[in-house]
C-alpha cells in the first residue's frame, strides 16, 4: 500500500532541522509555563509533554491526565508554540483534540499493537492534523509501516514516524538500540515519509542527545523530537535523558544539516564505481558458491557431515583479523562471512540431498 501524504506544513527555524521539544511529562502548570518560556525564547516553535504516560509497571507516575491539557492551552496562547502530546486510546484522542492540540504521536507500545492502532485510527477519521507514529518497541518494520498505513487508511495525509530505538536484553551503550538500517529502509521503502530522530529515548542519557542528533541529520531525517525540562534532575519521568533549554540550544546551533538534494555529477562518478565494485563482488560470491558446490559433492562421496566447525572457527577468526588491518570492524566482518558461510551450507545440504 502506497502511503497518501502531504506536507506536515509546520514550522521551522532558520538553518535548524524540524524541532519538537518539551518536556516527557506535564507534572505542574508552573513546569510546563517555565520550559515552555524558555523554549521559546530558543526558537522552538513546537511544544511536546506527555500527559497520559504508559509505564512499564504499575505505582509510576502515569502522567496528570486531561487535568494538564489547560496548561497545554496556556503554552499556546502566551508564547505562540504548537503543542502535541502522546495519545494511546481513542478517549485520549477525544480529550486531546476538544483541547486543540495542533499534532498527536502514537507511543512505541501503542504501535505495536494493531487492535490499539486501529482503534486509533477509526477515532481520528474527520481530523485534519499531524500525527507521528513512533516505531513498536521491538524491531520490526513491517509492524511499524502497519500501524503508518492503518493511521493513513483514517484519512490522515500528515504524517510522519518517529524514530526512537528498539528494546533490547542487553545493556548497551544505548537505551535503546538505533538499529539505524531499520528507518534507512523505511525511508527507502516510503521515500516521501518525513523521519522524526528521537534522541532521548535512543540514548537515554542526556551526554548523547548531541552525537544521537548529528547522526541523524547526517542520514538525512527531517528533524528531531527531543525532551527538554526546565530542571532536568527533579524530573517525576526519564530525568536522565532530559536536557535543560539551553543545552537544547547549544546542541541545536552546532548541528551540521546536510544537504539532501540530488547528487553532483562528481558524487555520480563515485557511486558509479561502488556499483562496479558491487557488479565484481557478486561474481566472486557466485564463483565461492561454485566451489561451495564442488566441496559439497567431495563430502558426499566420502559421508562427512555439511559443517565442518572447526573450519568455520578458523574462517571467521581469521577474515575478522585481516578486516581489523583493512581498516574495518571485526564484528561487521565477521556478520558478513557468518551469512555467507549460512549460503553455503545451504547450498550443500540442496546438493547432497538430491536423489
Not at 251 to 265: Q, W
Not at 348 to 355: D, P, R, V
Request: hydrophobic share 40%; proline share 6%.
Amino acid at each position: 500500500m502506497e502511503l497518501n501524504l502531504k506536507p506536515l506544513n509546520l514550522p521551522g527555524s532558520d538553518n535548524r532541522p524540524l524541532v519538537i521539544a518539551g518536556p516527557c511529562s506535564a507534572e505542574t502548570e508552573e513546569q510546563v509555563m517555565e520550559t515552555a518560556k524558555a523554549l521559546a525564547n530558543k526558537g522552538i516553535k513546537i511544544f511536546r509533554a506527555g500527559v497520559w504516560k504508559p509505564r512499564t509497571k504499575p505505582g509510576g507516575f502515569e502522567g496528570m491526565g486531561e487535568e494538564a491539557l489547560p496548561w497545554l492551552q496556556r503554552v499556546k496562547q502566551e508564547t505562540g508554540m504548537l503543542i502535541g502530546t502522546e495519545v494511546a486510546t481513542p478517549k485520549h484522542v477525544e480529550a486531546a483534540l476538544n483541547a486543540g492540540l495542533d499534532m498527536l504521536w502514537v507511543g512505541a507500545r501503542t504501535s505495536a499493537n494493531p487492535f490499539a492502532v486501529q482503534e486509533l485510527a477509526d477515532s481520528l477519521k474527520g481530523v485534519d492534523i499531524p500525527v507521528f507514529v513512533k516505531n513498536p518497541v521491538n524491531p520490526d518494520i513491517e509492524l511499524w509501516i502497519g500501524a503508518l498505513e492503518r493511521i493513513n487508511g483514517a484519512g490522515i495525509t500528515r504524517l510522519a514516524a518517529i524514530h526512537r530505538g528498539f528494546s533490547s536484553i542487553d545493556q548497551k551503550l544505548y537505551r535503546n538500540a538505533p538499529m539505524w538500517h531499520i528507518p534507512i529502509e523505511l525511508h527507502r521503502r516510503c521515500p516521501n515519509l518525513p523521519i522524526i530522530c528521537d534522541p532521548s529515548h535512543i540514548g537515554g542519557r542526556r551526554d548523547l542527545i548531541a552525537p544521537l542528533s548529528q547522526q541523524a541529520m547526517d542520514m538525512g531525517f527531517e528533524g528531531l523530537i527531543v525532551e527538554s525540562h526546565c530542571n532536568p534532575d527533579c524530573a517525576w519521568s526519564d530525568a536522565n535523558q532530559q536536557v535543560m533549554p539551553d543545552v537544547l540550544n547549544f546542541i541545536l546551533d552546532r548541528l551540521v544539516v546536510r544537504n539532501t538534494k540530488e547528487s553532483t555529477e562528481s558524487l555520480n562518478i563515485l557511486r558509479q564505481q561502488i556499483d562496479e565494485l558491487d557488479n565484481r563482488l557478486m561474481e566472486l560470491l557466485t564463483k565461492r558458491m561454485r566451489i561451495s558446490r564442488e566441496i559439497a559433492a567431495y563430502k558426499k562421496e566420502h559421508s562427512m557431515a555439511v559443517v565442518q566447525t572447526a573450519r568455520y572457527s578458523e574462517i571467521l577468526d581469521k577474515r575478522a583479523a585481516q578486516g581489523v588491518l583493512c581498516g574495518m570492524d571485526a564484528d561487521f566482518i565477521k556478520s558478513i562471512y557468518e551469512h555467507i558461510h549460512e549460503e553455503s551450507v545451504r547450498q550443500q545440504m540442496e546438493f547432497m540431498n538430491k536423489q
